[in-house]
């Protein structure tokens, strides 16, 4: 019985020293554990790395903010295709911004910032052939089958009625050079609650008093008349501040969709 346990235990001790014995990646046991060390300190460096990476990006990106799009009335319909081909928009900023921010396709635009009724015929305006000409000579050079006319806000200065007969000569004026063409008036676009609060001229009151006005003339001389107010007004009817940085401008991304409310009106 005694020689029995010494061999068990002669055999065990020789496997013991066989089993140490063996070559490092016996059985890919060795090379196995090392190759799943290894993995884990790449992961980890990985790891390490990508949170370094975001950290940095967190430190030295600028502030991520969000605006909420405008709600688009329904009857708009994105990439219809119409590419203004025979339109002249005449205007200021806000016309200016509609050209360099929205799509006017082949769309003539005569417009600068501090356009007005009173200087409209006065004003020289760099057109999309880069030559630089008078609305005169536009007007008698060209054929239009549209033409939108969007002006008052530099005008609120000025006495109101002084505005007015001023705005039917320039209705008239443009008629008689172009009588064929559709001629839209369009609503001077609202300012935020903000910037009306701070001035007695540049206030929503004396832009719908001048809207409403602007109506009355195109129903009287038969012109469409085009209200885009809707589009960018808050609850209270101003223009949300959201939209706007310096209160009386939309933001760049948003003129894309007023120029897709006035094709989805033609």
């Known amino acids: 019985m005694r020689r029995y346990w010494y061999s068990i235990l002669l055999t065990g001790s020789i496997?013991?020293?066989a089993?140490?014995?063996?070559p490092p990646d016996a059985f890919g046991v060795r090379t196995a554990m090392a190759k799943a060390e290894v993995s884990a300190m790449e992961i980890g460096a990985s790891e390490a790395e990508a949170a370094a990476e975001e950290?940095?990006?967190?430190?030295?990106?600028?502030?991520?903010?969000?605006s909420p799009a405008p709600e688009v009335p329904s009857t708009v319909s994105p990439g219809t295709g119409e590419?203004?081909?025979d339109a002249l928009f005449i205007g200021d900023s806000r016309t200016v911004g509609l050209s360099e921010y929205g799509?006017?396709?082949q769309a003539e635009v005569f417009a600068n910032s501090g356009m007005s009724v009173f200087n409209l015929f006065q004003a020289q305006v760099t057109?999309?052939?880069?030559?630089k000409q008078g609305l005169d000579e536009v007007l008698s050079s060209n054929r239009y089958g549209s033409i939108y006319l969007m002006l008052g806000i530099?005008?609120?200065?000025?006495e109101e009625q002084s505005i007015l007969r001023q705005y039917r000569t320039v209705v008239e004026q443009i008629r008689a050079k172009q009588p064929q063409a559709t001629l839209i008036l369009e609503a001077n676009l609202h300012v935020t609650r903000e910037k009306a609060a701070k001035s007695d001229i540049y206030n929503n009151r004396k832009i719908d008093a001048l809207n409403k006005a602007i109506e009355a003339i195109a129903e009287e001389t038969g012109c469409r008349y085009l209200n885009v107010n809707s589009l960018f007004d808050d609850e209270n009817g101003n223009l949300a501040a959201s939209y706007s940085t310096d209160g009386s401008h939309i933001l760049g991304k948003y003129y894309s969709v007023w120029?897709?409310?006035i094709r989805s009106s033609r």
């Open 103 to 105: 799509d006017l396709g």
């Open 127 to 131: 057109l999309k052939n880069g030559t």
């Open 55 to 66: 950290m940095d990006a967190a430190d030295t990106a600028p502030p991520q903010t969000t």
């Open 259 to 261: 120029v897709e409310w």
């Open 83 to 85: 590419t203004f081909s």
């Open 15 to 17: 496997m013991i020293l």
């Open 19 to 22: 089993v140490g014995k063996l």
């Open 154 to 158: 530099n005008e609120l200065g000025y």
